[in-house]
T-cell receptor, first 109, second 113 residues
């Protein structure tokens, strides 16, 4: 059974810092991995989608990497801003889409 | 292009009452999903559909029923609401099951008292 874990559960950093969010999964037989952002009281917005054959994807200040063999993905946020404050979820698709519990990020001005 | 739209956004039910959550999408998604999100539990799949007229069970289907009579709509029904069904419900859609981004609605907050 696929299990997805995100560490840490919460993170607080000062504005301008570069930071890394971690996601691990137990079964490496995945189609893809997706990172989402969720603002309080809102739905999920897709940030980056990495296919199983890819190693990384970039969008602006965001970079996501995937290491299938070790069952890990990281989301790197460069030069963090207060507007980046949100909960970040990763999800792996292996049959169904299985979510981690998320990392709640607070970027302080 | 509204994307994925859920109604209602908020609802309070009494135990034993029934209700239906409606998900409508105008993105021509073949696949549609209903998730629930609970503190400390992440998002869990309730039911999903791989096309018009089809439905399938997810991780936590008990107490819920779904229907996909039209491609653009996916309905989630609670026949006899229980306090354990107090949650935030999200509908989502995708073009296929493996390669593409999944798009979420804004959520429906349901409280059962």
């Amino acid at each position: 059974k696929q299990e997805v874990t995100q560490i840490p559960a919460a993170l607080s950093v000062p504005e301008g810092e570069n930071l890394v969010l971690n996601c691990s999964f137990t079964d490496s037989a995945i189609y893809n991995l997706q990172w989402f952002r969720q603002d309080p009281g809102k739905g999920l917005t897709s940030l980056l989608l990495i296919q199983s054959s890819q190693r990384e994807q970039t969008s602006g200040r965001l970079n996501a990497s995937l290491d299938k063999s070790s069952g890990r993905s990281t989301l790197y946020i460069a030069a963090s801003q207060p507007g980046d404050s949100a909960t970040y979820l990763c999800a792996v698709r292996s049959g169904k889409l299985i979510f981690g519990q998320g990392t709640t990020l607070q970027v302080k001005p | 292009n509204a994307g994925v739209t859920q109604t209602p956004k908020f609802r309070v039910l009494k135990t034993g009452q029934s209700m239906t959550l409606l998900c409508a999408q105008d993105m021509n998604h073949e696949y549609m999903y209903w998730y629930r999100q609970d503190p400390g539990m992440g998002l869990r799949l309730i039911h999903y559909s791989v096309g018009e007229g089809t439905t399938a069970k997810g991780e936590v289907p008990d107490g819920y029923n779904v229907s996909r009579l039209k491609k653009q709509n996916f309905l989630l029904g609670l026949e006899s609401a229980a306090p354990s069904q107090t949650s935030v419900y999200f509908c989502a859609g995708s073009y296929d099951f493996s390669g593409n981004t999944i798009y979420f609605g804004e959520g429906s907050w349901l409280t059962v008292v």
